[in-house]
């Protein structure tokens, strides 16, 4: 269905009084007279995004929430009731897991059971250990660890347990369509690559007719009684967005193939679903569609969660590689170390027995600048980390903290970036200005400025002088 051209609508009077009635005792629908009860119930702008995104995932209906959270929940919520069991995956989102493990024991009365989704075979166990189970519930890909499951053998499994599939399609849109291997309802937060701007907060839940039927009741629906609707505006916004969604999603794809296999090739532990030294590609192959590629996210594994950290700063602060951020299907590369940020509600050991390490990056690619361009920010600053990190090992300490700062005309400084450095030869050097005595190699506080091209400066403080590092770090340091 074509985007609404008309402005979004969420609220609008009747012209017959017995139509409210009607309305409200299901009676008139949106489907058999185009009239809608309650823009928390439905309203027709966030109706025909609906109607994309059920196009999109090749299920008979969908509905568009305010978040992709709260997908999830109207979706559990619909499905359990207190008492009831879940079975879902180990390797999770930290928000999901918070919901499993705390949240809905606690509030509601709802049962985890936590299980290797990569293993079929555990999952079938698990369900004969927990007759009655409501859901099987696992991400297409998981985040981050990027862990694969046999989605039609899943779905199987679940139905022949009278349980219903539900799947986190966030990482994989368009290149995996989870109701095509047997899903009965698919989930996304809108707010990641559908959006791909990271400026609104949006789900979406996708099923049969039904099923998004019972999310309105008027007393049991999960929408309807506890609000969740998107508004009209973002609809509006997004449904614009959803046709070049299939172009954003090639370009991430293509690039993340490429950092990968480059970062794969230096020597670096690097997961992608898209390399053939993935543990699930065969899986991955059968259930990818043709053309999208193979998801915008890749994980590297740096060892420790301070080796992750410096990298994620060069990459950053000296190679403009991408930017320190915890979203994803953004334009630009986001970079995060998911243990300490968007997976911290997970307990360290439950972290370790997933695979999560502490120096787990996740890479979520953009499309900004050339792919060349990217490649050798990405390969100059991997080999500068990786000479780094073996110098730290043989006991040698970066001497450096370097700040990028360009100069006003009155004299201020304002700071670009900082990164640890082991001198003024890593930058490509254009001019140097001598600083105070000793230079950048030299004794004391030993400050210099390299000039580096377009007012822009980098500027070396003596790591021993705890002062003028921390002044480097307010942007408060003058050559």
Same mark, same amino acid.
């Given at each position: 269905?074509?985007?609404?051209t008309s402005p979004p609508l969420s609220q609008f009077p009747v012209l017959r009084s017995d139509t409210l009635s009607g309305i409200f005792s299901g009676q008139v629908t949106p489907e058999n007279s185009g009239c809608f009860a309650y823009a928390r119930n439905f309203n027709p702008t966030t109706l025909a995004l609906a109607r994309q995104l059920a196009a999109m995932e090749g299920t008979e209906a969908a509905y568009a929430t305010a978040s992709g959270m709260s997908a999830i929940v109207v979706a559990l919520l619909s499905v359990c009731n207190a008492g009831d069991t879940i079975i879902a995956a180990d390797a999770i989102y930290g928000g999901t897991y918070a919901l499993l493990a705390d949240f809905l024991p606690a509030k509601c009365g709802i049962k985890t059971v936590w299980v290797d989704a990569a293993d079929s075979a555990a999952v079938g166990a698990a369900l004969e ?86 999310? !309105?009741? !008027?007393?049991?629906?999960?929408? !309807? ?65 043709? &053309? ?31 930017? !320190?951020?915890? =979203? ?7 970079? =995060? ?5 968007? =997976? ?99 004794? &004391? ?7 580096? &091209? ?26």
């Amino acid at each position: 269905m074509s985007p609404p051209t008309s402005p979004p609508l969420s609220q609008f009077p009747v012209l017959r009084s017995d139509t409210l009635s009607g309305i409200f005792s299901g009676q008139v629908t949106p489907e058999n007279s185009g009239c809608f009860a309650y823009a928390r119930n439905f309203n027709p702008t966030t109706l025909a995004l609906a109607r994309q995104l059920a196009a999109m995932e090749g299920t008979e209906a969908a509905y568009a929430t305010a978040s992709g959270m709260s997908a999830i929940v109207v979706a559990l919520l619909s499905v359990c009731n207190a008492g009831d069991t879940i079975i879902a995956a180990d390797a999770i989102y930290g928000g999901t897991y918070a919901l499993l493990a705390d949240f809905l024991p606690a509030k509601c009365g709802i049962k985890t059971v936590w299980v290797d989704a990569a293993d079929s075979a555990a999952v079938g166990a698990a369900l004969e250990a927990n007759p009655g189970a409501k859901a099987v519930y696992c991400e297409t890909l998981s985040n981050p660890t990027l862990v694969v499951p046999d989605l039609p053998a899943l779905a199987s499994l679940a139905h022949a347990a009278g349980a219903t599939f539900i799947v986190d399609n966030t990482f994989a849109p368009l290149a995996v369509t989870p109701a095509r291997w047997g899903a009965d309802i698919v989930i996304h937060s809108m707010t990641k690559g559908i959006s791909g701007a990271s400026d609104v907060l949006a789900g979406a839940v996708c099923g049969t007719s039904a099923f998004i039927a019972s999310l !309105m009741d !008027m007393r049991l629906g999960p929408i !309807m009684v506890t609000g969740p609707t998107l508004d009209a505006k973002t609809a509006a916004e997004l449904g614009l967005r959803l046709p070049h969604l299939g172009l954003r999603v090639r370009e991430q794809g293509r690039r993340a193939l490429a950092f990968a296999t480059a970062l794969q090739a230096a020597g670096a532990s690097v997961r992608y679903p898209g390399l053939a030294s993935h543990p699930h590609a065969d899986r991955w192959a059968r259930l990818v569609n043709p &053309g999208y590629g193979s998801g915008g996210v890749l994980t590297l594994d740096a060892g420790s969660r301070a080796a992750a950290e410096r990298l994620m700063e060069r990459l950053q602060n000296k190679a403009g590689f991408g930017l !320190m951020a915890v =979203s994803l299907g953004y334009h630009e590369t986001l970079l =995060s170390v998911s243990g300490a940020s968007t =997976s911290s509600e997970m307990p360290e050991e439950k972290r370790a027995a997933v695979g999560l390490s502490d120096g787990l990056l996740r890479i979520s690619c953009g499309y900004t600048g050339s792919l060349e361009t990217r490649r050798a920010q990405l390969a100059g600053a991997w080999a500068a980390h990786v000479s780094g990190e073996a110098a730290r090992a043989a006991g040698k300490t970066p001497p450096f903290r370097a700040a990028a700062i360009v100069r006003d005309g009155r004299g201020g400084l304002t700071r670009l970036a900082s990164w640890d450095s082991f001198g003024e030869g890593e930058e490509e050097e254009e001019e140097e200005e001598e600083g105070e005595a000793g230079g950048a190699g030299g004794g &004391g506080d030993g400050k210099k400025a390299v000039r580096v &091209g377009a007012g822009k400066e980098v500027v070396y403080v003596r790591a021993a002088a705890a002062a003028a590092v921390q002044a480097v770090a307010n942007g408060g340091v003058a050559p």
